[in-house]
């Protein structure tokens, strides 16, 4: 695993500061002189943990749309790797809590994972992780299932790779399951609860796979 540099850390923390500004500043300036009552401190810690994470999906995506991730094996100090460890940073101290938690509704973290870049179809849910959602795309009516994991990043060693996870419509993830970067999924396609889909795997229309490491049932 590659270090985390002084200069991508600093860029996060610039952002950080940014962002917990925007929220408090938001937070006092909309609430920080109305009349809320015996529950005044709990309203304005609760409006300001909200405001703190829409301005922190405001400022990632702008982070992204200057810094957009690249596909593929990352070269140790270029501008693209660069991007995909302050986007690390992200996750790891903003966004990890959010997307972990089994607290939020499964409708509310669709709205979460689109405000996050992932490209979700009509109808289409997951109750389970999307690790990378800017390189992640799903269908209509796709539902991943609980405690289910995609991942579009790959860290071997000193090798660290994205590819993006591509799902057609109408596809079952199953609970637990784990996919892997680089997964092409087509329409109508199964896969079951537990299943370990490798990196680059095909998974054609209709197939149903299952098993560790994942395998074409049927």
Not at 63 to 87: C, D, M, Y
Not at 107 to 119: C, Q, T, V
Request: hydrophobic share 55%.
């Amino acid at each position: 695993m590659r270090a985390i540099t002084v200069p991508q850390i600093f860029t996060f923390m610039v952002m950080l500061g940014l962002i917990l500004t925007l929220g408090l500043g938001s937070t006092w300036w909309g609430l920080g002189r109305l009349p809320l009552g015996d529950f005044r401190g709990m309203v304005l810690l609760f409006a300001a943990v909200v405001l703190v994470y829409l301005w922190a999906f405001v400022v990632y995506r702008l982070f992204l749309r200057a810094f957009p991730l690249q596909e593929g094996e990352l070269v140790e100090g270029s501008r693209a790797e660069f991007a995909a460890q302050v986007n690390i940073l992200f996750y790891l101290l903003l966004f990890n809590s959010l997307i972990r938690t089994h607290f939020l509704p499964v409708p509310l973290m669709r709205l979460i994972y689109l405000a996050l870049g992932a490209r979700l179809g009509s109808n289409t849910y997951s109750a389970g992780v999307l690790l990378d959602p800017p390189l992640t795309e799903l269908g209509d009516n796709c539902i991943v299932g609980h405690d289910a994991v995609l991942f579009s990043h790959a860290i071997e060693g000193r090798r660290f790779a994205l590819a993006r996870i591509r799902i057609g419509n109408n596809v079952t993830i199953g609970a637990t399951a784990v996919v892997m970067s680089g997964v092409t999924i087509d329409d109508d396609a199964i896969v079951s609860a537990g299943a370990l889909v490798l990196k680059d795997t095909h998974i054609g229309a209709g197939e149903i796979w299952g098993g560790v490491p994942a395998r074409r049932l049927r």
